[in-house]
């Protein structure tokens, strides 16, 4: 087996998870405790034709994905036709749609309870652009430490399901292919290591 990022070697990553019982769950069905439990997780910091046959290659295999929208962008527009038939045909075949958030983007007020209460307003603006929110995740969280701020823990607003919460980043394995460099090695190798160990993919 061959790691790179094709969509046949997707396809093999994917096999591997189904034969080794894996599930997916979103970040609001997760049980923790519970094992086989896969979160996927894609983080669209660019948008390609390609993230719509991913998707096909989930559904294929009965996975469910959670897709992560900026909207503050300088890449993509999520008023765009194009990117709201991408995110209808998306939620077509089943998978879900977040906020990808990016502390960066918002203006710093007198305090921080004025300055978190935007990121209400924000998700506010995302669920009318791109609809129900299932979740949220950080844009480039290990360079913008501000983003502690914005866990549901430390608000004192009701939010959607954080990808960086305990649950799913630190009592479970989490594993990312950021820009296409994965941390540890490429997950194929350890998918059957895991013995049943629940995980959050970010790839």
Same mark, same amino acid.
Request: net charge neutral; with cysteine.
């Given at each position: 087996?061959?790691?790179?990022?094709?969509? %046949?070697?997707?396809?093999?990553?994917?096999?591997?998870?189904?034969?080794?019982?894996?599930?997916?769950?979103?970040?609001?069905?997760?049980? /923790?405790?519970?094992?086989?439990?896969?979160?996927?997780?894609?983080?669209?910091?660019?948008?390609?034709?390609?993230?719509?046959?991913?998707?096909? &290659?989930?559904?294929?295999?009965?996975?469910?994905?959670?897709?992560?929208?900026?909207?503050?962008?300088?890449?993509?527009?999520?008023?765009?036709?194009?990117?709201?038939? &991408?995110?209808?045909?998306?939620?077509?075949?089943?998978?879900?749609?977040?906020?990808?958030?990016?502390?960066?983007?918002?203006?710093?007020?007198?305090?921080?309870?004025?300055?978190?209460?935007?990121?209400?307003?924000?998700?506010? /603006?995302?669920?009318?652009? &791109?609809?129900?929110?299932?979740?949220?995740?950080?844009?480039?969280?290990?360079?913008?430490? %501000?983003?502690?701020?914005?866990?549901?823990?430390?608000?004192?607003?009701?939010?959607?399901?954080?990808?960086?919460?305990?649950?799913?980043?630190?009592? /479970?394995?989490?594993?990312?292919?950021?820009?296409?460099?994965?941390?540890?090695?490429? /997950?194929?190798?350890?998918?059957?290591?895991?013995?049943?160990?629940?995980?959050?993919?970010?790839?």
């Amino acid at each position: 087996m061959k790691c790179n990022f094709t969509y %046949s070697h997707y396809e093999e990553i994917l096999s591997l998870f189904s034969s080794e019982g894996y599930h997916t769950v979103s970040y609001n069905s997760f049980v /923790i405790g519970q094992s086989h439990q896969l979160i996927l997780r894609h983080d669209i910091d660019f948008l390609t034709p390609s993230h719509l046959k991913m998707a096909a &290659i989930e559904k294929r295999y009965g996975f469910q994905s959670v897709n992560h929208f900026l909207l503050t962008s300088e890449i993509y527009n999520v008023q765009s036709i194009a990117l709201q038939k &991408i995110i209808s045909r998306l939620k077509e075949m089943g998978h879900l749609i977040g906020l990808h958030f990016d502390p960066v983007a918002i203006i710093p007020q007198k305090n921080l309870q004025e300055t978190q209460q935007q990121f209400s307003e924000l998700i506010k /603006i995302a669920e009318q652009l &791109i609809g129900k929110i299932d979740s949220y995740s950080f844009h480039r969280p290990a360079q913008n430490g %501000s983003y502690l701020d914005y866990l549901p823990k430390n608000l004192s607003f009701i939010v959607p399901k954080c990808a960086y919460n305990d649950e799913f980043f630190k009592d /479970i394995v989490y594993r990312s292919d950021s820009r296409r460099e994965w941390r540890n090695k490429c /997950i194929c190798n350890e998918i059957q290591a895991l013995k049943g160990k629940s995980i959050q993919l970010l790839i």
